[in-house]
Nanobody
Framework: QVQLVESGGRLVQAGGSLRRSCAAS????????MGWFRQGPGKGREFVAA????????YYADSMTGRFTISRDNAKLMAHLQMNSLKPTDTAVYYC?????????????????WGQGTQVTVSS
């Protein structure tokens, strides 16, 4: 199993920045991809960004490209999501997730383990 624990900023004004982090433990050698998803009020789970754990390739949802940056620190077993130019529409519960076999990437059904989720609020 893989355990994921999220941390970082939760509240910011519009136009500001936040950084979310995700610490992995357990069978971390099995991680293929780390991803970030979010779920706004009354909405389904939405893909934000993903990073290939070993190669570092990244992929972003169109609406996040240029504003969000995903990164990972393999030595510290952490993934990060830097969010800039935040908008009130970015308000959501944000989750990190681990995919062990490459079936995830931008599809939440393919991820095997999930963090606890954290409410991020962007005020206008």
């Amino acid at each position: 199993q893989v355990q994921l624990v999220e941390s970082g900023g939760r509240l910011v004004q519009a136009g500001g920045s936040l950084r979310r982090s995700c610490a992995a433990s357990g069978r971390t050698c099995s991680i293929y991809t780390m991803g970030w998803f979010r779920q706004g009020p009354g909405k389904g789970r939405e893909f934000v960004a993903a990073i290939h754990w070993s190669g570092g390739n990244t992929y972003y949802a169109d609406s996040m490209t240029g504003r969000f940056t995903i990164s990972r620190d393999n030595a510290k077993l952490m993934a990060h999501l830097q969010m800039n130019s935040l908008k009130p529409t970015d308000t959501a519960v944000y989750y990190c997730a681990a995919d062990l076999d490459g079936s995830g990437w931008h599809t939440h059904e393919g991820y095997d383990y999930w963090g606890q989720g954290t409410q991020v609020t962007v005020s206008s």
